[in-house]
C-alpha cells in the first residue's frame, strides 16, 4: 500500500568519506522534512540500487523517488546508468520520480531516453540544463545543494589552502605547488581511523600503470601521506578551516562550492567534467581564476586572495538566488508527491 508522503532517496553518497557529500546530503534530508516529506529507504552510493530488495520493496510502498545525480552522470558511466533507471522503475509503479543535484556532460543518446522518464529534472549548473534540454528534457538550474547553508566567514583570513583533485596527474602537480608555494594541505576527503584507513588512504594513490613510471608513483604516495596527515573528520572543522583562508587553491568541485559558499577567493584547476568551470560561469566568477597547475605561483595566488568587486557583487547574488532556489525545488518535490 502506498504511504502518502514517502520518498525513496537513491545515491546516498554519505558511503564516500567527504566533507562534501555530507553536506549535500544533510541538506537533502533537512529539506524533505521541511516539506513534509519522509524518507523509507535509502540506495548508497557504489551499490546497484536494482540488486537492493529493500529498496525495491521501499519502492513499492512510496510516493516519490528522488534520485540525487551529484557528479555520477557524464561520459555514458555505468554508475550513472543505474541512477537514470530509478525514474524507469518508478513510472512502472505509477509514481514520479525527481533527478535533483545534477550535473550532466558528455553523454549519449540511451542516457538523454532514460532521462525522460523523469518527473522533474534540477541541474547544478546552466551548462548541465543546457545539454539536458538538448537531449529533449526541460531542466531547471539549482545550485548545488552543498550552497544552501549560509556560512560565516571568519573576521581575519590567513594562509592559502590546497586540496588535490579526482585527477591524479593534477593531483600530485597541486601537492608539488602546495609545498613549493607554501600552503596547507586541506583534503576534502578523509578514510577512517587507523590501519585500514592508512591502507585504503595508499591504495587509493596507486594505479597498474604506475608500475611503468615509478617517479609519479613516488610522488603520488607522497602526496597521499601529506594528506593523510591533514584530514578533518568532522564538516565542520573543514568548513571552519576553509573559511577562515585567504585563499583556496583546488581540483575537487566541493571544495570549491565550500570556498564559494564562504567567500573564500579561490584558484581552481578543471575536474573530469565541466562542472567547476560551469559552476564559476553561474556565480559570475572570473575565468582567469581556472588554472593548470604548473600556472601556480607566488604572483598568481597574490592577485586571487582578493575578489574583484563584481565577482563579490556577483557570488552573494548567487548565493541568495540559489537559497531560494533550493527552497522552491523541495516544495516542488511534495507537491509532486501529493
Not at 127 to 138: E, H, I, L, V, Y
Amino acid at each position: 500500500m502506498r504511504q502518502p508522503s514517502s520518498v525513496v532517496v537513491i545515491n546516498d553518497t554519505r558511503t564516500d568519506l567527504h566533507h562534501g557529500c555530507w553536506r549535500v546530503m544533510r541538506t537533502l534530508e533537512a529539506q524533505l522534512e521541511r516539506v513534509g516529506l519522509e524518507i523509507i529507504a535509502r540506495a548508497p552510493a557504489h551499490a546497484d540500487w536494482r540488486q537492493d530488495a529493500a529498496v525495491i520493496a521501499a519502492m513499492d510502498r512510496a510516493a516519490l523517488v528522488v534520485v540525487n545525480g551529484e557528479g555520477t552522470l557524464h561520459h555514458d558511466r555505468p554508475a550513472g546508468a543505474a541512477l537514470l533507471a530509478a525514474a524507469a522503475a518508478a513510472r512502472e509503479r505509477s509514481i514520479p520520480a525527481a533527478l535533483i543535484n545534477a550535473s550532466w556532460d558528455a553523454n549519449g543518446p540511451d542516457f538523454g531516453q532514460a532521462l525522460k522518464a523523469f518527473s522533474l529534472v534540477s541541474a547544478r549548473e546552466q551548462r548541465s540544463a543546457d545539454q539536458m534540454r538538448a537531449a529533449g528534457t526541460t531542466a531547471r538550474v539549482v545550485p548545488d545543494l552543498s550552497f544552501f547553508e549560509p556560512v560565516t566567514p571568519a573576521t581575519i583570513r590567513r594562509g592559502v589552502g590546497f586540496t588535490d583533485s579526482v585527477l591524479r596527474e593534477a593531483a600530485v602537480a597541486l601537492e608539488q605547488a602546495r609545498r613549493r608555494l607554501g600552503g596547507r594541505a586541506l583534503p576534502i576527503h578523509f578514510n577512517r581511523p587507523g590501519l585500514v584507513g592508512d591502507l585504503k588512504n595508499l591504495r587509493d594513490g596507486v594505479a597498474r600503470s604506475d608500475l611503468a613510471r615509478p617517479g609519479f608513483l613516488l610522488a603520488s604516495l607522497s602526496a597521499r601521506l601529506a594528506w593523510r596527515r591533514a584530514e578533518m573528520t568532522r564538516e565542520q572543522d573543514y568548513m571552519a578551516a576553509v573559511a577562515g583562508l585567504a585563499l583556496m587553491v583546488t581540483g575537487r568541485f566541493h571544495a570549491a562550492t565550500f570556498a564559494l559558499a564562504a567567500g573564500t577567493p579561490l584558484l581552481a584547476v578543471d575536474s573530469n567534467t565541466h562542472k567547476i568551470a560551469a559552476t564559476f560561469e553561474d556565480a559570475g566568477i572570473a575565468d582567469w581564476r581556472r588554472v593548470a597547475p604548473e600556472r601556480l605561483d607566488a604572483a598568481l595566488l597574490d592577485r586571487a586572495a582578493r575578489w574583484a568587486p563584481e565577482e563579490a557583487e556577483a557570488l552573494e547574488a548567487f548565493l541568495a538566488d540559489g537559497r531560494r532556489r533550493t527552497l522552491t525545488l523541495f516544495d516542488d518535490l511534495a507537491r509532486l508527491a501529493a
